[in-house]
């Protein structure tokens, strides 16, 4: 686990200008916060470019998609690619309706992207791999490392496909995280807040392929340390102690496993 990304997102607090969705823009922005960085939520396109051009890092999440809405996301993302900061794209659903792969589209063909993120069936639907999706949901099986790789390589971006294991690529290295618990897909906007967090990490000076992996590992390890708590019985109660675990050091989570590890 690479601390030293986690501790430079937390020393410096860099400021994440957020495009997201309705349903979770409160859950994204308390667990940024928790994480260690600074959360703004504006998607009006009269500010977008403006708002992008004072921000560390800009995240667009196409959950509830509205057409005023997306303007204001190429918009940021152009004032981004200008300044030389990440733009982290998560095409949420994007194979449910015409709409949004039509969206999805025109911010690939408008925005430069420093990482793609979704779940199999999402990023299966940008290079035309056949995967079963129910809603925004991923229901289908095979192969997410092809997904990465080709994803990657046809829109020259990093690539994250996540699921149970978690696959990056960039380039043409793979990475892979085991780390996670079931609880995260009990709760809405898990994936969402992890686009969050992600976009936090690349605003470190380390390769994308660290910054990547270091989110991705700590964001499940906080989600293995929350659930192991005795007062969390299911999605309800895990909730607030996600929140606080990911607040914490790298070496409580790794006590933890020690423990559990001579325990058993």
């Known amino acids: 686990m690479n601390s030293i990304i986690i501790n430079d997102v937390r020393k410096r607090s860099p400021l994440i200008h957020h495009l997201t969705n309705q349903v979770v823009m409160n859950f994204t922005a308390n667990g940024l916060l928790s994480f260690g960085g600074t959360p703004i939520m504006a998607k009006a396109e009269e500010e977008a470019s403006d708002m992008a051009s004072i921000a560390d890092g800009v995240l667009i999440n196409i959950g509830t998609l509205k057409p005023s809405e997306l303007r204001a996301m190429i918009l940021a993302g152009k004032a981004a690619n200008k300044k030389g900061i990440p733009v982290v794209l998560d095409p949420v659903g994007v194979a449910a ?126 989600a293995e340390y929350a659930a192991s708590q005795k007062e969390v019985f299911g999605p309800g109660s895990f909730l607030p102690r996600f929140i606080d675990a990911l607040s914490l050091e790298i070496d409580v989570f790794e006590r933890r496993k020690a423990d559990d590890i001579s325990n058993n």
């Open 97 to 222: 309706t015409s709409f949004r792969t039509s969206a999805v589209k025109e911010i690939l063909n408008e925005v430069e992207l420093t990482v793609i993120k979704g779940n199999a069936g999402e990023l299966a639907q940008l290079v035309q791999i056949p995967w079963e999706t129910k809603g925004v949901e991923s229901i289908g099986d095979g192969n997410a490392e092809e997904i990465a790789v080709k994803v990657a390589k046809t829109y020259q971006t990093a690539a994250i496909v996540t699921g149970k294991t978690d696959v990056i690529c960039s380039g043409e290295t793979i990475s892979l995280n085991d780390t996670g618990h079931a609880l995260l897909t009990k709760i809405t906007g898990a994936g969402c807040l992890l686009g969050s967090i992600l976009t936090a990490c690349l605003t470190t000076k380390h390769s994308i392929e660290k910054q990547a992996l270091a989110a991705v590992e700590f964001y499940g390890l906080a």
